[in-house]
């Protein structure tokens, strides 16, 4: 059983772009979380999805910020006209059902020129 | 707000010896806490999970403790070991099954 994937591992883009970080959960899990690290912090809860739904979305930037889990194919976390402070390690993680164990992702580093 | 601090920020011990890493949390109000090891650049492992109803959890040499009405937990280490080095991150389990992350404890141990 493969772990959680994502991809691509390593991002760099220039300000003002797109950047979309993709998740594949571990096969049966259909609870998905994206946490956030930035440069010398701990990580933060961004936001959990269910298949082809929201559940929350409290740590999630209002502007420039959205993420998705369809019904076939990986979660993705979508960052509209990157800024320099977008760049971080992006974490995501996934669960069977809630309050069981979170699996994490080798997570995707975001670097922003 | 749930806040997780954890105590020491940084420790370095010989090999063998047995530690204990200090995890506090400020909302008693939980459903359950883990327990994960990240190395430099790599993702998170996870090692131990407490559901709220729990009092402690084992995995090899690794031990758990969960005093909820206190809002402590402790990750107690057994004859520790070069590759236990890391940092080990407290994560508390609230509404929404979000994870509240502490800062982290970052351990080596020495040969």
């Known amino acids: 059983n493969a772990g959680v994937m994502q991809n691509p591992r390593h991002l760099v883009r220039r300000r003002g772009q797109e950047a979309r970080l993709r998740c594949s959960p571990m096969?049966?899990?259909?609870?998905v979380y994206w946490y956030r690290q930035l440069p010398e912090e701990g990580l933060k809860f961004m936001v959990y999805?269910?298949?082809?739904?929201?559940?929350?979305e409290s740590g999630m930037p209002k502007e420039r910020f959205s993420a998705e889990f369809p019904k076939e194919g990986p979660s993705i976390l979508r960052i509209q006209q990157v800024v320099r402070g977008d760049s971080a390690a992006y974490f995501c993680?996934?669960?069977?059902?809630?309050?069981?164990?979170?699996?994490f992702g080798p997570g995707t580093r975001l670097l922003v020129l | 707000k749930q806040e997780v601090t954890q105590i020491p920020a940084a420790l370095s011990v010989p090999e063998g010896e047995n530690l204990v890493l200090n995890c506090s949390f400020t909302?008693?109000?939980?459903?359950?806490l883990q327990w994960f090891r990240q190395d430099p650049g790599k993702g998170l492992t996870s090692l131990l999970l407490?559901?709220?109803?729990?009092r402690e959890q084992t995995s090899g040499r690794l031990n758990a403790s969960l005093d909820k009405s206190s809002g402590r937990s402790t990750l107690y280490i057994a004859a520790s070991q070069p590759g236990d080095s890391a940092t080990y991150l407290c994560?508390?389990?609230?509404?929404?099954?979000?994870?509240?992350f502490g800062t982290g404890t970052q351990l080596k141990v020495e040969l």
């Open positions: 993680a996934s669960s069977p059902q809630t309050s069981e164990t979170q699996y």
């Open positions: 096969k049966g899990h259909s609870h």
């Open positions: 999805l269910q298949k082809e739904n929201i559940i929350d």
């Open positions: 909302d008693s109000a939980i459903y359950n």
């Open positions: 407490i559901q709220s109803s729990q």
């Open positions: 994560a508390v389990g609230g509404g929404g099954n979000k994870l509240t």
